[in-house]
Every structure is written in C-alpha cells, then in structure tokens.
C-alpha cells in the first residue's frame, strides 16, 4: 500500500470512528427495537435511506406485495439533506415503519459509496448485533422486490443471499455481494468483523460491501451458491434520461431503479419515469 493510500485509508477510518462514537437519537422507536429481542425466526430488512422518500415508498409497497412470510423492516436514515429526513419520517411514520435517523454522516465528503458503507456498517454494529435477529439483510432505498421472494428460503441451505459481485482476473478472483441486495444467517457472521468499506485487495476496486471479501468471502466457496444475477432492460418511458435502463436481479425478481438518490444528476422528472415503470410490475 502506498503512503497516499494509506493516509486515505486513516482519514476514512477517522471519519467512521466519529460517526460510531456519536450519540444515538433514542427516540421511542429505538428504545421498542433495542428493548424488543428478536424473535426466534425473525427476519429483519433494513433500508438505507438517502434524500428520496419517493422510492422507499415504492419499496414499502412492494414488500408488501411480494415478500413471503412476516419480516421487520427498519429505514436507517442516512439522508443529507434535513427537509427531506423530516418527509422519511413522517412517511415511516404514516406507514407503520419503524425509522431509525442516523447522525450525520461526513464520510460523504470522501464519497457516496463510503457514505454508503458507514451507513451500512453503523446499523449492523447499532442495530443488527442488538438485536440479533435469526435472518438480516440490506437493501438500496431504490430497490424492489417485483416477483414473490422467500428469503428464509433462500438462506435454508446457504448462509448468504444476494447479488453477485465479482472482480479480477484469471489468476486472482475477488468476489462478495453488492451492499444494496444482501442477505445473512445472523449465526453464520455474528462473530465476524463485518466491514462494508470499499477496498482494493492487489489493486483490484471492490465497491461497497467489498470491505467482508476479508472476513467473509474470500473464506467461502462460492461454487453451489444460489446468488442473483444482473440484467440491464430499457424501458421506453427512460428515453431521454441520463440513466436510461432499471437492472433486473436474479431472474427478474428484483428490479432496481437505480440513481434513487440522484447523485449521478439533480432531477425530479425521473421519480415521474420510475412511477410509470413501476405500474408495469404492480
């Protein structure tokens, strides 16, 4: 590792340091999640929430219609912007879900994958290894279950579920599963180092949830797996739009809008376009 890397890697590290040792916002939401055990089978599906109450909405419906069995769905709320954390709010708040609002994040002055993944980190060292529920996983704000998906099904013979990332050469694979579609055994991690960091193992970039190719992956035997592929479809009404395809996962049962938080370009026409998609699948 060079010494520039290095310095990076400190001051990234120094930022989420800061991030844990920030008081938690103990609303009456988080004493009932913190005081509440898990049940035996319980699965929890945590939402990272950034700037766009518009899609977490469309999720919420979806989950509804689509998710087989009783789980616990949790929005840990990362947003940057305070108008639109009070609209998340009071959105969970209309639905029935319980919100979690997390401190500020200044990791996104580094960038919005290391935002990403301090998020992403703070809730399975806040919320996840508290509560310690039997089943547990994340997903993208802009994510949406489209097709019925048992997830207690998915993890009955496997430890791990979700989409499949996968980077090097032929000498040298790293592989690990993208942070916005990733599910868990809880006893299978519950004594691992969890780390969602973006990494570069050999100088080879894994994104967000990249960090647990060192606890996790690069421990595993990937073949036997069942893991979500990924196919990009165009639909007419994107014609025009800066990202002009949605990503269909493991065999179309997961659509993902993509660009939910409009980091890639400002723009309120395009929850107009996922609106009108989303009429296709509903």
């Given at each position: ?5 290095m310095?990076?890697r ?11 040792l ?6 009456a ?6 005081a ?10 945590v ?8 899609v ?17 769905y949790?929005?840990?709320?990362n947003?940057?912007?305070k108008g ?7 959105l969970?708040?209309?639905r029935?879900?319980?919100?979690v ?9 580094v ?14 060292r ?7 529920p039997?089943?547990f996983g994340f ?17 009955s ?6 989409l ?12 690990y ?9 809880y ?8 780390d969602?960091?973006p ?5 080879t ?5 990249g ?6 992956y ?9 893991l ?19 990503a ?9 809008s993509?660009?939910?938080s ?7 026409a ?7 998609v989303?009429r296709?699948?509903?």
């Amino acid at each position: 590792m060079t010494i520039k890397r290095m310095i990076f890697r400190l001051g990234v590290r120094g930022l989420e340091t800061l991030l844990m040792l920030m008081p938690v916002r103990k609303t009456a939401t988080w004493r009932r999640l913190m005081a509440t055990p898990a049940e035996d089978d319980e699965l929890d599906i945590v939402a990272i929430a950034f700037n766009n109450p518009f899609v977490l909405e469309q999720q919420m419906c979806f989950l509804e219609k689509n998710m087989v069995g009783p789980y616990k769905y949790i929005v840990v709320d990362n947003s940057s912007d305070k108008g639109q954390r009070e609209k998340i709010r009071l959105l969970c708040e209309r639905r029935g879900v319980d919100y979690v609002s997390m401190p500020s994040n200044r990791l996104g002055v580094v960038g919005w994958s290391y935002s990403h993944a301090g998020a992403l980190n703070w809730a399975w060292r806040k919320i996840i290894r508290r509560r310690r529920p039997a089943y547990f996983g994340f997903v993208d704000h802009d994510l949406y279950p489209v097709q019925k998906i048992d997830i207690r099904a998915e993890l009955s013979e496997q430890p791990v579920y979700g989409l499949l990332k996968e980077y090097g050469d032929e000498e040298k694979k790293y592989w690990y599963l993208w942070a916005g579609l990733c599910f868990y055994k809880y006893d299978f991690v519950k004594k691992m180092h969890l780390d969602f960091m973006p990494v570069a193992p050999n100088r080879t970039y894994l994104d967000t949830g990249g960090g647990n190719w060192y606890p996790m992956y690069s421990k595993m035997e990937r073949s036997g797996l069942h893991l979500a592929d990924l196919e990009y479809v165009e639909y007419p009404e994107m014609a025009g739009m800066l990202d002009d395809k949605m990503a269909l996962m493991d065999n179309g049962r997961w659509l993902h809008s993509t660009n939910g938080s409009n980091w890639k370009q400002k723009t309120e026409a395009r929850d107009a376009v996922v609106e009108a998609v989303m009429r296709r699948f509903f």
